[in-house]
Protein backbone atom coordinates (compact mmCIF):
# COMPACT_ATOMS: atom_id res chain seq x y z
CA UNK A 1 0.00 0.00 0.00
CA UNK A 2 1.11 3.22 -1.18
CA UNK A 3 0.85 6.80 1.19
CA UNK A 4 -1.35 8.19 -0.99
CA UNK A 5 -3.13 4.83 -2.21
CA UNK A 6 -6.20 6.57 -4.29
CA UNK A 7 -5.37 9.70 -6.74
CA UNK A 8 -7.31 11.12 -9.67
CA UNK A 9 -6.08 12.10 -12.82
CA UNK A 10 -7.77 14.62 -14.83
CA UNK A 11 -11.02 13.51 -13.55
CA UNK A 12 -14.07 14.41 -15.39
CA UNK A 13 -17.88 12.95 -14.74
CA UNK A 14 -20.44 14.27 -17.04
CA UNK A 15 -24.06 13.95 -17.11
CA UNK A 16 -25.09 13.21 -20.48
CA UNK A 17 -29.03 13.36 -20.56
CA UNK A 18 -31.71 16.08 -21.91
CA UNK A 19 -29.66 18.73 -20.29
CA UNK A 20 -25.78 17.87 -20.08
CA UNK A 21 -23.74 18.59 -16.59
CA UNK A 22 -20.20 17.95 -16.69
CA UNK A 23 -20.31 17.68 -12.42
CA UNK A 24 -16.62 17.23 -12.01
CA UNK A 25 -14.30 19.17 -13.88
CA UNK A 26 -10.39 17.79 -14.41
CA UNK A 27 -9.99 17.17 -10.96
CA UNK A 28 -6.47 15.85 -10.00
CA UNK A 29 -6.47 14.97 -5.98
CA UNK A 30 -4.28 12.43 -4.00
CA UNK A 31 -6.19 10.66 -0.69
CA UNK A 32 -3.36 9.83 2.07
CA UNK A 33 -3.34 6.60 3.48
CA UNK A 34 -4.74 6.23 6.94
CA UNK A 35 -6.30 9.14 6.68
CA UNK A 36 -9.90 10.72 6.78
CA UNK A 37 -10.54 13.43 3.91
CA UNK A 38 -13.58 15.41 3.69
CA UNK A 39 -15.02 16.75 1.04
CA UNK A 40 -17.04 19.68 1.50
CA UNK A 41 -18.78 22.54 -1.06
CA UNK A 42 -22.08 23.73 -1.65
CA UNK A 43 -24.84 21.76 -3.12
CA UNK A 44 -24.91 20.56 -6.50
CA UNK A 45 -20.80 21.26 -6.57
CA UNK A 46 -19.97 17.91 -7.49
CA UNK A 47 -19.12 16.30 -4.24
CA UNK A 48 -21.54 12.76 -4.34
CA UNK A 49 -20.54 13.05 -7.81
CA UNK A 50 -16.99 12.84 -7.35
CA UNK A 51 -17.04 10.33 -4.70
CA UNK A 52 -19.10 8.14 -6.68
CA UNK A 53 -16.57 7.88 -9.65
CA UNK A 54 -13.66 6.79 -7.36
CA UNK A 55 -15.13 3.29 -7.26
CA UNK A 56 -16.73 3.25 -10.51
CA UNK A 57 -20.49 3.06 -8.77
CA UNK A 58 -21.58 5.28 -11.75
CA UNK A 59 -21.41 2.61 -14.07
CA UNK A 60 -24.76 1.75 -12.92
CA UNK A 61 -26.39 4.68 -13.98
CA UNK A 62 -27.23 5.41 -17.58
CA UNK A 63 -25.48 8.91 -19.17
CA UNK A 64 -22.74 9.25 -17.78
CA UNK A 65 -19.15 9.78 -19.27
CA UNK A 66 -16.31 9.50 -17.24
CA UNK A 67 -12.92 11.14 -18.52
CA UNK A 68 -9.42 10.56 -17.13
CA UNK A 69 -8.71 8.35 -14.73
CA UNK A 70 -8.64 6.84 -11.37
CA UNK A 71 -5.40 4.82 -9.65
CA UNK A 72 -5.79 2.69 -7.11
CA UNK A 73 -2.28 1.92 -5.71
CA UNK A 74 -0.99 3.04 -9.45
CA UNK A 75 -3.62 0.84 -10.74
CA UNK A 76 -6.13 2.34 -13.30
CA UNK A 77 -9.73 1.71 -11.93
CA UNK A 78 -11.05 2.21 -15.27
CA UNK A 79 -8.90 1.28 -17.70
CA UNK A 80 -8.43 -2.24 -16.37
CA UNK A 81 -10.11 -6.22 -16.86
CA UNK A 82 -10.50 -5.59 -13.00
CA UNK A 83 -14.36 -6.49 -13.14
CA UNK A 84 -16.33 -3.13 -11.36
CA UNK A 85 -17.69 -5.28 -8.23
CA UNK A 86 -13.74 -6.42 -7.36
CA UNK A 87 -12.81 -2.20 -7.43
CA UNK A 88 -15.44 -1.80 -5.52
CA UNK A 89 -14.99 -4.53 -2.66
CA UNK A 90 -11.37 -2.48 -2.72
CA UNK A 91 -12.85 0.65 -2.69
CA UNK A 92 -16.02 0.21 -0.03
CA UNK A 93 -18.83 2.34 -0.02
CA UNK A 94 -21.33 3.65 2.22
CA UNK A 95 -24.46 5.00 1.34
CA UNK A 96 -26.50 8.30 3.30
CA UNK A 97 -29.44 6.26 4.06
CA UNK A 98 -28.92 3.46 6.17
CA UNK A 99 -30.06 -0.01 5.14
CA UNK A 100 -29.98 -3.45 6.25
CA UNK A 101 -29.65 -6.45 4.11
CA UNK A 102 -33.16 -7.74 4.47
CA UNK A 103 -30.77 -11.05 6.79
CA UNK A 104 -29.60 -11.24 10.28
CA UNK A 105 -27.60 -8.97 12.15
CA UNK A 106 -24.38 -11.46 11.52
CA UNK A 107 -25.15 -12.58 7.78
CA UNK A 108 -25.04 -8.26 6.89
CA UNK A 109 -21.78 -8.19 8.05
CA UNK A 110 -20.82 -11.64 6.81
CA UNK A 111 -22.52 -10.77 3.39
CA UNK A 112 -19.24 -10.16 1.53
CA UNK A 113 -17.05 -12.39 3.11
CA UNK A 114 -19.65 -15.06 1.54
CA UNK A 115 -19.86 -13.57 -1.51
CA UNK A 116 -15.84 -13.18 -1.80
CA UNK A 117 -15.17 -16.69 0.01
CA UNK A 118 -12.87 -14.47 2.29
CA UNK A 119 -13.04 -16.59 5.69
CA UNK A 120 -12.01 -20.93 5.75
CA UNK A 121 -14.41 -22.17 8.29
CA UNK A 122 -17.57 -20.83 9.87
CA UNK A 123 -15.45 -20.00 13.14
CA UNK A 124 -13.17 -17.69 11.18
CA UNK A 125 -16.04 -15.96 9.87
CA UNK A 126 -17.57 -15.97 13.21
CA UNK A 127 -13.96 -14.39 14.45
CA UNK A 128 -14.57 -11.82 11.34
CA UNK A 129 -17.78 -10.63 11.87
CA UNK A 130 -17.31 -10.49 15.88
CA UNK A 131 -13.91 -8.43 14.61
CA UNK A 132 -15.94 -5.86 12.09
CA UNK A 133 -19.02 -5.41 14.73
CA UNK A 134 -15.95 -4.48 17.19
CA UNK A 135 -13.97 -2.42 15.22
CA UNK A 136 -17.63 -0.15 14.40
CA UNK A 137 -18.42 -0.58 18.18
CA UNK A 138 -21.51 -2.34 17.83
CA UNK A 139 -20.81 -5.83 19.01
CA UNK A 140 -21.84 -5.22 22.85
CA UNK A 141 -25.25 -4.01 21.71
CA UNK A 142 -26.07 -6.81 19.03
CA UNK A 143 -23.66 -9.93 20.98
CA UNK A 144 -26.91 -11.05 22.56
CA UNK A 145 -29.01 -11.04 19.46
CA UNK A 146 -26.93 -11.57 15.85
CA UNK A 147 -29.52 -14.09 14.28
CA UNK A 148 -32.10 -10.91 14.65
CA UNK A 149 -33.15 -9.16 11.47
CA UNK A 150 -30.40 -6.17 10.70
CA UNK A 151 -33.69 -4.22 9.94
CA UNK A 152 -34.74 -4.26 13.96
CA UNK A 153 -31.70 -2.05 14.90
CA UNK A 154 -31.73 1.81 15.17
CA UNK A 155 -31.04 3.79 12.01
CA UNK A 156 -27.94 4.95 13.92
CA UNK A 157 -26.99 1.25 14.50
CA UNK A 158 -27.69 0.02 10.93
CA UNK A 159 -25.31 2.70 9.44
CA UNK A 160 -22.54 1.29 12.05
CA UNK A 161 -23.60 -2.39 10.72
CA UNK A 162 -23.05 -0.90 6.56
CA UNK A 163 -19.79 0.41 8.05
CA UNK A 164 -18.97 -2.93 9.61
CA UNK A 165 -20.13 -4.62 6.23
CA UNK A 166 -18.01 -2.90 3.91
CA UNK A 167 -15.14 -3.35 5.92
CA UNK A 168 -15.80 -6.83 6.54
CA UNK A 169 -14.38 -7.27 3.15
CA UNK A 170 -11.04 -5.13 3.98
CA UNK A 171 -11.11 -2.12 1.44
CA UNK A 172 -7.99 -0.37 0.74
CA UNK A 173 -10.41 2.91 0.75
CA UNK A 174 -13.78 3.63 2.33
CA UNK A 175 -15.99 6.22 0.55
CA UNK A 176 -18.46 7.33 2.81
CA UNK A 177 -21.64 9.88 1.52
CA UNK A 178 -23.17 12.01 4.21
CA UNK A 179 -22.73 9.07 6.41
CA UNK A 180 -25.14 10.60 9.20
CA UNK A 181 -26.67 13.28 7.62
CA UNK A 182 -30.27 11.04 7.83
CA UNK A 183 -29.43 10.51 11.62
CA UNK A 184 -30.80 12.29 14.75
CA UNK A 185 -27.98 13.93 16.78
CA UNK A 186 -27.22 10.94 18.90
CA UNK A 187 -26.86 7.85 16.14
CA UNK A 188 -24.89 10.95 14.42
CA UNK A 189 -22.26 10.83 17.27
CA UNK A 190 -22.05 7.15 17.38
CA UNK A 191 -21.31 6.93 14.02
CA UNK A 192 -18.68 10.33 14.27
CA UNK A 193 -17.07 8.28 17.27
CA UNK A 194 -16.46 5.15 14.96
CA UNK A 195 -15.06 7.50 11.87
CA UNK A 196 -12.61 8.81 14.17
CA UNK A 197 -11.76 5.50 16.02
CA UNK A 198 -11.18 3.94 11.96
CA UNK A 199 -9.64 6.81 10.75
CA UNK A 200 -6.01 5.85 11.77
CA UNK A 201 -6.34 2.37 10.32
CA UNK A 202 -8.03 2.86 7.40
CA UNK A 203 -8.03 5.49 4.16
CA UNK A 204 -11.49 7.22 4.51
CA UNK A 205 -12.75 10.19 2.10
CA UNK A 206 -16.04 11.30 3.42
CA UNK A 207 -18.31 13.92 1.47
CA UNK A 208 -19.93 16.09 4.13
CA UNK A 209 -22.52 19.38 4.59
CA UNK A 210 -21.37 19.76 7.92
CA UNK A 211 -17.87 22.00 8.14
CA UNK A 212 -18.71 21.55 12.02
CA UNK A 213 -18.22 17.99 11.13
CA UNK A 214 -15.21 18.52 9.02
CA UNK A 215 -13.51 20.28 11.95
CA UNK A 216 -14.50 17.70 14.15
CA UNK A 217 -13.15 14.47 12.10
CA UNK A 218 -10.92 15.73 8.96
CA UNK A 219 -7.25 15.07 8.92
CA UNK A 220 -7.16 16.75 5.28
CA UNK A 221 -9.97 18.83 3.55
CA UNK A 222 -10.67 19.31 -0.19
CA UNK A 223 -13.26 22.50 -1.23
CA UNK A 224 -14.71 21.74 -4.17
CA UNK A 225 -16.93 24.17 -6.11
CA UNK A 226 -18.38 23.94 -8.96
CA UNK A 227 -17.19 20.70 -10.03
CA UNK A 228 -13.68 21.93 -9.55
CA UNK A 229 -11.13 21.82 -6.52
CA UNK A 230 -10.53 25.03 -5.38
CA UNK A 231 -8.24 24.34 -2.23
CA UNK A 232 -6.77 21.40 -0.19
CA UNK A 233 -5.04 21.20 2.60
CA UNK A 234 -4.75 19.45 6.15
CA UNK A 235 -8.02 20.72 8.45
CA UNK A 236 -6.21 23.10 10.34
CA UNK A 237 -4.32 25.31 7.63
CA UNK A 238 -7.88 24.90 5.53
CA UNK A 239 -9.71 27.00 8.05
CA UNK A 240 -7.47 28.95 10.15
CA UNK A 241 -4.86 29.91 6.49
CA UNK A 242 -7.65 29.51 3.46
CA UNK A 243 -5.27 30.73 0.87
CA UNK A 244 -8.47 31.33 -2.04
CA UNK A 245 -11.35 33.99 -1.91
CA UNK A 246 -13.94 31.55 -2.62
CA UNK A 247 -12.66 29.15 0.89
CA UNK A 248 -12.62 32.29 2.56
CA UNK A 249 -16.46 33.24 1.64
CA UNK A 250 -17.32 29.80 2.19
CA UNK A 251 -16.16 28.94 5.49
CA UNK A 252 -16.91 32.44 6.55
CA UNK A 253 -12.64 33.89 6.59
CA UNK A 254 -10.40 31.89 8.94
CA UNK A 255 -11.20 30.26 11.80
CA UNK A 256 -9.25 28.19 14.47
CA UNK A 257 -9.53 24.89 14.32
CA UNK A 258 -9.05 23.42 18.40
CA UNK A 259 -7.01 19.99 17.94
CA UNK A 260 -8.45 18.60 21.33
CA UNK A 261 -12.21 19.57 19.95
CA UNK A 262 -11.37 17.60 16.37
CA UNK A 263 -13.53 15.23 17.73
CA UNK A 264 -17.35 13.93 17.90
CA UNK A 265 -19.68 16.46 20.06
CA UNK A 266 -19.58 20.28 20.53
CA UNK A 267 -16.50 22.29 19.82
CA UNK A 268 -15.19 25.88 21.09
CA UNK A 269 -14.37 27.21 18.13
CA UNK A 270 -16.39 30.35 17.77
CA UNK A 271 -19.13 30.23 15.04
CA UNK A 272 -18.52 31.81 11.88
CA UNK A 273 -21.27 33.22 9.69
CA UNK A 274 -20.97 30.01 6.76
CA UNK A 275 -19.89 27.04 9.25
CA UNK A 276 -21.03 27.65 12.56
CA UNK A 277 -20.21 24.82 15.31
CA UNK A 278 -23.32 22.79 15.93
CA UNK A 279 -24.10 20.16 18.60
CA UNK A 280 -23.74 17.30 16.35
CA UNK A 281 -23.13 16.17 12.80
CA UNK A 282 -25.47 17.27 9.95
CA UNK A 283 -25.40 20.37 12.09
CA UNK A 284 -24.81 23.14 9.34
CA UNK A 285 -26.45 22.40 6.43
CA UNK A 286 -25.89 24.27 3.35
N1 LIG B 1 -28.09 11.40 -12.09
C1 LIG B 1 -27.90 12.68 -12.48
N2 LIG B 1 -28.30 13.10 -13.69
C2 LIG B 1 -28.12 14.37 -14.09
N3 LIG B 1 -27.51 15.31 -13.34
C3 LIG B 1 -27.09 14.96 -12.12
C4 LIG B 1 -27.27 13.64 -11.61
N4 LIG B 1 -26.75 13.57 -10.36
C5 LIG B 1 -26.28 14.82 -10.10
N5 LIG B 1 -26.49 15.65 -11.15
C6 LIG B 1 -26.10 17.04 -11.24
O1 LIG B 1 -24.69 17.11 -11.08
C7 LIG B 1 -24.33 18.25 -10.28
C8 LIG B 1 -23.56 17.76 -9.06
O2 LIG B 1 -24.44 16.98 -8.25
P1 LIG B 1 -23.93 16.22 -6.94
O3 LIG B 1 -25.08 15.47 -6.39
O4 LIG B 1 -22.70 15.48 -7.25
O5 LIG B 1 -23.56 17.46 -6.01
P2 LIG B 1 -23.37 17.50 -4.45
O6 LIG B 1 -22.31 18.51 -4.19
O7 LIG B 1 -23.16 16.13 -3.92
O8 LIG B 1 -24.79 18.06 -3.98
P3 LIG B 1 -25.52 17.91 -2.57
O9 LIG B 1 -24.60 18.52 -1.56
O10 LIG B 1 -26.77 18.73 -2.74
O11 LIG B 1 -25.78 16.46 -2.34
C9 LIG B 1 -25.63 18.95 -9.94
O12 LIG B 1 -25.83 19.99 -10.90
C10 LIG B 1 -26.68 17.88 -10.11
O13 LIG B 1 -27.91 18.43 -10.48
Not at 202 to 220: C, K, W
Request: net charge negative; proline share 6%; glycine share 8%.
Amino acid sequence: MTDTPLTTDQLSVTYTGDREIEAVKGVSIGFPANTLTTIIGPSGCGKSTLLKSLNRLHEIQENVTIDGDVLLSGDSVYNTDVPAPEIRKRIGYVPQTPTALPVSIYENVAYGLRIHGDYESKADLDEKVETYLRKVNLWDEVADRLDAPGAELSTGQIQRLCVARSLAVEPDVLLCDEVTSALDPVSAESVEKTLKRLKSEYTIILVTHSMAQARRLADEVVFLYLGEVIESNDVRSFFEDPQQERTKAFIGGPTPVNREDNATGPTTTPPTSAGGEGPAAGDDKQ
